[in-house]
């Protein structure tokens, strides 16, 4: 079945996390959590690991736009390339403050003499 915002919205909390896939785009589906909140979800695989990544909460997207960024996702990914994996490195690389610690540790030392 195809994923549509008025089936996502009819979603009920059930006694465990579940999620509905649709059939129309592989890898796109929905979680519904015990809480009854739901999530958009893609699932990718990108150099033989695969992924699972939250696209947006289902009260503040609406189905086709996550629907867009999950074939973004999905389509990249067929690619071999992982945006998702990409942006989370950008986030984790080097700080101005650790670049600085390092230049003081490592490099002043061996030039003020």
Known sequence: MKLTQRYVESLNA???T???WC???R???VRVNTSGAA?????YRVEGQQKLVTIGRV???KCEAARRTAKEL???AAGGVDIVGQKKAERTGATV???AERFVREYLPNHLK
């Open 27 to 29: 890898g796109f589906g």
């Open 39 to 43: 999530s958009y979800i893609a699932k």
């Open 97 to 99: 403050e650790s670049l």
């Open 59 to 61: 009260q503040s997207m």
């Open 23 to 25: 059939e129309e785009l």
């Open 14 to 16: 059930q006694g465990k």
């Open 18 to 20: 579940y999620s509905v």
């Open 74 to 76: 999905i389509g990249a």
